[in-house]
């Protein structure tokens, strides 16, 4: 690297022998020297100082504090992580609590972010205290988490960016602020001098530089003041005005700025003209101006930056409108962007309507990055981070767009900068190049959505979300599902798919944000012209709603369609998405009953956004209730008997049983919370109104159809079979279960004032009964005696204590 201060550094130590014959040369003339810079923020002539102090005593522990600090301020990151470092290791963090916060910056600029968190980290532990020292706390919170994001944004590297060194533009100075116009690139350099600077050694000071190809010269002393700053042009849309800085320094290094514009007529600029008070605030600097629009009114305006009152803090960009008459309005800030840190260096790109910028305030790899923001008609959208390598862990500031979109400058003091000098690898800012791969192809499929199936023959549009009547691009093929568009980064469209009996499509794209590589796929799924189909289920006896159906619907002209079907145990409607256009067959089946169908036409599908069908359901056989079960209360009937017979009929048991839903749901539920409470109610709810009831009614229709079977004849052999749950022993559960099934015995010998009986007795109505006790119950139902809430009240445990009509066996006319 290139030593560009060697010759400063000659004049420093002249300058202090000839002090130090008159003071003596003692150490204490070289820490007052140190501490004299220091304060007049004179951080290189600080830094030169007190490494000198250290070369005399190296374990002097404020001096490798102060040069820490020196280092810091200067930009010289990696020898400032070293004075931290020793600091640090020395222990005395109580008597210099920053150096762990410093020492986590530093590692942090210079992208060793994981030893960056830890130490932030360690920091919070020792000193994170919100009350005492709310400042560095949040500041370490929120570097830490930047930190832990920046190293997974390093390790993702953005390969969209292709950055090249503009060495011809980039001297051994600070040169920023580049912006091209026409074949020539007009950037600022600090590679001039004050003659007139009463400062030791000289400052250097900023001239508007003017670069075609590997030539540079600096604009004449007409328009760069050769005693002040003279930097940071910006044109505005039609060349006619070009707006700058001149700023002087008000400290050893700090500066305050105006703004001042030049009107240019036939390439010659005219007096300069400085812009009202209303703008360059008095005793604030203004700076960084950049002509772009209002988003939401979209007249012309003149970004600025400033440190005014009234900002967000730090440094803010500001807009002021520049009026038809040529003056300007009064300055607003610009809170959608601005944060309580420093935000500078702003550039509105027209062709695209976004705002660049570089902060301190959102989270970045180290120091400054660059952000950007869309313009919307209500404001601006979301502040997006530019990503890596485009951005760095050190400042990354000034970036520009060509109209084109395929070419970016921008400045930046990262690796591979020029230095200040070899040891320091301090300063400066050089000028960077970034060549943007001009576009990513959209590949667009279409598809039917109902059918999941390739959708041919749709016209695809490609619109400008932000001219909606401009279309960039429409294709139509007749057999092709496929298509290709070239579309531009850091834009919105609009992509649109049309086809005769669809309903059209249109879904937003944007290629903001988006990651590098690979062509982005759009899927379009279009929606055929639906109805909404409605279908109700009855029992065609009672014309009574039929809860429990299962319901499909196919379209028998288009086997490719999928079958659409669903059961219900909570209503007897369905309701189905239906396209026009086509014919329907409706199936409706229930157990216990005969399956019902219903046709829909075509016909019946025009002009109509609703359509409802009725289907009533003929009860059916015996085997069409199978299995049918019966569901019983904790220990019922006849709780603690010992006997297997019982004179309770099951439909005695029912209506108690179904009384104790809500103490069921209460025990069950009482230790749960949220949703998990809601889920295990809803489910013990469908239990009891469903399963349960749906066990009595469906044991009176099995009932009736039995009559049925007998009177005409037929004999017929009933199995039923008895369960318990295992929450008693298992011998008093084989007999509580025989107990259940003799309680559905005495409904079949009672039902109908004892019709059955006479069947019974004359051997052509056969009812077996058997019981299984607790043997088939799943092992993960519970069975300890003092957990009521899971052994009784769990639905698991309800779903055991049940009766089963599992066979039934009918004979015809002596056949089986």
């Not at 060349?239 to 700058?244: K, N």
Request: overall charge negative; aromatic content about 12%; some cysteine.
């Amino acid at each position: 690297m290139k030593m560009k201060n060697s010759y400063y550094i000659f004049l420093l130590i002249v300058f202090f022998f000839q002090t130090l014959s008159m003071e003596g040369q003692t150490l204490r003339a070289f820490l007052n020297a140190a501490e004299e810079a220091f304060e007049k923020d004179d951080h290189f002539s600080a830094l030169f100082y007190y490494r000198e102090v250290l070369d005399f005593d190296s374990t002097n522990v404020e001096a490798l504090y102060r040069a820490a600090e020196s280092a810091r301020n200067f930009n010289a990151f990696r020898l400032a992580k070293d004075y931290y470092r020793k600091v640090y290791n020395k222990e005395t963090d109580a008597e210099y609590p920053l150096s762990g916060f410093y020492l986590a910056k530093m590692l942090q600029r210079l992208g060793e972010y994981e030893e960056a968190a830890e130490k932030f980290g360690v920091y919070l532990s020792e000193y994170g205290d919100e009350e005492e020292n709310p400042v560095y706390t949040k500041r370490a919170e929120r570097f830490r988490e930047a930190a832990l994001w920046a190293k997974e944004v390093v390790e993702n590297p953005w390969d969209e960016y292709q950055i090249e060194h503009r060495d011809e533009w980039s001297s051994i100075y600070t040169d920023f602020g580049a912006i091209e116009r026409g074949d020539s690139m007009f950037f600022s350099s600090m590679r001039f001098e004050n003659p007139d600077d009463d400062h030791f050694p000289p400052r250097q000071i900023t001239h508007i530089m003017v670069g075609v190809e590997d030539y540079v010269y600096p604009l004449p002393d007409s328009i760069n003041h050769p005693d002040k700053h003279t930097a940071h042009t910006a044109f505005n849309a039609d060349g006619s005005r070009v707006y700058y800085t001149v700023c002087e320094y008000v400290t050893i290094s700090g500066i305050r700025c105006e703004l001042f514009y030049r009107d240019i007529e036939e390439d010659k600029w005219s007096e300069e003209v400085k812009l009202p008070d209303t703008i360059n605030a008095s005793g604030y600097t203004s700076t960084h101006p950049n002509i772009g629009l209002c988003p939401v009114r979209g007249v012309e305006v003149l970004y600025f930056v400033s440190d005014r009152s009234g900002g967000k803090g730090g440094l803010d960009i500001w807009a002021v409108d520049i009026l038809e008459d040529g003056e300007f309005g009064n300055p607003y800030n610009v809170e959608g962007i601005n944060t309580a840190e420093d935000d500078v260096t702003p550039f509105y790109h027209l062709p695209t309507n976004t705002l660049y910028f570089s902060s301190l305030g959102y989270k970045s790899l180290g120091g400054f990055d660059i952000f950007k923001a869309y313009a919307l008609e209500s404001g601006w959208g979301d502040v997006s981070h530019m990503g890596y390598p485009l951005n760095s862990s050190y400042d990354d500031l000034y970036y520009t767009l060509s109209e084109d979109g395929k070419k970016a400058i921008f400045s930046s003091n990262r690796e591979g900068s020029n230095f200040i000098d070899d040891g320091l690898e301090a300063c400066c800012f050089d000028i960077y190049e970034v060549n943007i791969l001009p576009f990513v192809q959209l590949i667009t499929q279409t598809f039917d959505i109902n059918t999941g199936d390739s959708l041919r023959g749709v016209t695809v549009q490609l619109i400008d979300r932000a001219d909606p009547k401009r279309v960039v691009e429409e294709q139509f093929i007749p057999n092709e599902v496929e298509y290709a568009f070239p579309i531009e980064r850091d834009k919105e469209y609009l992509v649109v798919a049309k086809k005769e009996g669809y309903i059209p499509d249109t879904t937003e794209l944007s290629t903001f944000d988006l990651p590098p590589g690979e062509d982005i796929l759009r899927q379009i799924y279009l929606f055929p012209d639906m109805v909404d189909l409605e279908v109700q289920v009855f029992d065609a006896w009672t014309e009574q709603p039929l809860i429990g159906a299962t319901v499909g619907v196919v379209n028998p002209d288009d086997p490719r369609l999928t079958r659409q079907e669903a059961t219900n145990q909570d209503s007897h409607v369905f309701n189905f998405d239906i396209q026009k256009g086509n014919s329907y067959r409706i199936l409706a089946n229930r157990k216990g009953y005969i399956s019902g169908v219903e046709t829909i036409e075509k016909s019946d599908l025009e002009g109509v956004d609703k359509l409802i069908k009725k289907i009533y359901l003929e009860r059916g056989g015996l085997s069409d209730y199978l299995p049918l079960v019966l569901y019983f209360d904790n220990d019922r009937p006849n709780p603690r008997s010992r006997s297997q017979e019982t004179n309770v009929r099951y439909t005695e048991t029912f209506p108690p049983y179904i009384e104790r839903k809500p103490r069921f749901i209460e025990v069950f539920t009482e230790p749960l919370e949220g949703e998990e409470a809601r889920m295990a109610e809803a489910e013990l709810t469908r239990f009891f109104e469903t399963e349960v009831r749906k066990g009595v009614e469906d044991l009176s229709n099995f009932f009736e159809l039995l009559l049925v079977h007998l009177e005409a004849g037929d004999t017929v052999n009933i199995d039923l079979k008895g369960y318990t749950s295992p929450r008693a022993r298992p011998e008093y559960n084989l007999i509580l279960g025989m107990r259940r099934v003799n309680s559905v015995k005495n409904d079949i010998l009672s039902f109908e004032n004892g019709v059955f009986r006479e069947y019974i007795d004359k051997n052509q109505l056969r009812v077996e009964l058997e019981s299984f006790g607790e043997t088939t119950a799943p092992s993960d139902v519970i069975a300890d005696l003092d957990d009521e809430r899971n052994s009784i009240y769990s639905l698991g445990a309800s779903k055991e204590r049940r009766v089963e009509i599992i066979q039934v066996r009918v004979r015809q006319d002596g056949n089986q």
